[in-house]
């Protein structure tokens, strides 16, 4: 609770305080209005009574008097409500923004790993379920805990003068109904936390019906239907276990505040029959059963504030277990040149007995792989999808670190690296590339965001990727907006948007490492070829590293590296390896034979 407190003081210090002051004034309001209330009914039985004359007149005037207060009283109590109301709506809003954003900071500092593992994501769906009302809940029903204190504390120095006794029994039968919320609302947390897979995958089965990137296949293959049915299973379960828990918790909500209703009753009838045997005056009796009512209804409140906090503090522990995950503490930006310098001869990337093993994975993806690729020199990955060499790129750019060995480059361990510095070194494009739906502008300069821009280098990085004929004939040219997501967005086909990541790729001018994971999967064998001459003559003199499963571009690097199962099965440049006669020389052989 502590930790929710300070990030609405965090939010806004001013609106925090006011809010206090509001519900402080809230609280001592009511006690105020019942009060005056005694004071109106004691004056009008006072003004029947009095004979006409100066007696009548006073009284009439009293009660009329009490009648303006009460009404001044009722206003102001009006204005403090909505008043509060109107902060917490404008506090809240904001506060939600800024958890929102805070779960978003998170989740930039996380790292692939993270992204991979599924109870990651369990905790990403809790915490952004939680992230925009949880805080400021808590925070309310604290306020509501401290206002009905004060007005129960009001109202408890009024009724003990009738009877103490039954203050404490009206209180201590509304207690079951607030053990009885606790319980639920625990229930009802564990539930939720139990099915957040279950959540996620209804998730993802709306988002199959109703994302274009799977509209052709769901269509084609007639998939709505299948979808829809496991989406409804999902549906159904969920809302089985939701009424399940609903309706007991109904049930006995229900049971237990008739409890505390046959209560305030009981005390109606003592407070009635000591009216009708003259101990107390109609005024007083108006009073006590409305501090009886009030006090009763304030006290519910106050425990199903308290059932509240319970609540609020259970689902704001996912809030704050996001937040605790533990990652790298960021490195400041540097200049962008490399952290020192080295004689030549260690110039390029070194792979150490590098091995690498997934999180909760129990083969290896890489074992015992060790790999020099000189400064400007070509290297072509060749190898089964599986064998390992998407996560050698993944090694080599430090997305992860190796599980053992270490990986070098100009001599110096990744790890010791400024991320920065050593990502501004490398270009890549990966076969699952990334189609944003925004304009050509920043679809290209992401990547390089400081050159946003930078239109020469914009057209420079479009040209590389062969993509100026199709960009020049969008409406709007870099301006214009890609996709079908936003209003006049232009979709494009596969090999168009392939040639738009090979452009982000190429606007990172400055590096000296350029890698291609199946860059030309999309375009055929014509733009394929002007792609890798344009690559040919855009690598010269860096260190460029390929990998495809067509051989015309294979060939074209100047060492070619089979990988089979995680580890080198052989290397050498294409002629060596088909003259060889083994694995690659096979794979060859296979593909010539498809294209005779």
Known sequence: ???????????????????????????????????????????????????????????????????????????????????????????????????????LEKALQLDLAHFENSETHDKLLRARREASSRPLSLVQQTLVVIRSALTLAGYASLLIAFSPWAVIGLFLAAVPAFVSEARFSQLAYHLLNRRSPDA????????????????KEVKLFELGPVILER??????????????????????????????TAAFYACYVAVALATIAGRLSLGEMSLYLMAFRQGQSTFQDALAALGGMYEDNLYLTNLFEFLAIPTRPPVASSDPQPVASFPPEEEGIRFEQVSFMYPDAKDWALRDLSLTIPRGQSLALVGENGAGKTTFIKLLTRLYPPTEGRILLDGVDLREWNETDL???????????????????????????????????????????????????????????????????????????????????????????????????????????????RFRALTRGRTAIIISHRFPTVRMADRIVVI???????????????????????LFALQAEGYR
Request: net charge negative.
């Open 200 to 215: 996620r995958k209804q998730n993802y089965l709306e988002y199959l019906l109703t994302s274009d990137d799977h509209a």
């Open 1 to 103: 609770m502590p930790r929710a407190l300070g990030l609405v003081w965090k939010t806004s210090p001013r609106g925090t305080l006011l809010i206090a002051l509001l519900t402080l004034l809230a609280a001592l309001l009511p006690i105020a209005i019942a009060w005056v209330g005694k004071l109106i009914i004691d004056g009008v039985v006072a003004a029947r009574a009095a004979a006409p004359g100066p007696a009548h007149e006073t009284a009439v005037a009293s009660a009329t008097h009490w009648v303006l207060v009460e009404l001044a009283l009722v206003g102001a109590s009006l204005a403090v409500e909505r008043g509060a109301g109107l902060l917490r709506q404008v506090v809240g809003a904001r506060l939600g923004l800024d958890i929102s954003l805070s779960v």
């Open 564 to 586: 089979e199962h995680g580890r080198i099965e052989e290397q050498g440049t294409h002629a060596e390896l088909v003259a060889s006669g083994g694995h690659y020389a096979k």
């Open 231 to 260: 989406y409804q299973q999902v549906a159904r379960q969920l809302q089985t276990e939701d009424r399940r828990l609903s309706t007991r918790k109904t049930l006995w909500t229900s049971l237990l505040s008739f409890l505390s």
């Open 423 to 533: 990502r501004r070194r490398i270009g890549v494009i990966f076969q699952d590339f990334s189609e944003y739906q925004f304009i050509v502008r920043e679809n290209v300069g992401f990547g390089s965001v400081a050159h946003l821009r930078d239109d020469p280098r914009l057209w420079r990085a479009i040209d590389r990727a062969g993509a100026r004929e199709f960009v020049e004939a969008l409406s709007g040219g870099l301006e214009a907006q890609l996709g079908r997501w936003f209003f006049e967005g232009a979709e494009l086909s596969g090999g168009q948007w392939q040639k738009i990541a090979l452009a982000r790729a190429f606007m990172r001018e400055e590096a000296d490492i350029l890698v291609l994971d199946e860059p030309t999967a999309a375009l055929d064998a014509q733009a394929e070829h002007a792609v890798f001459e």
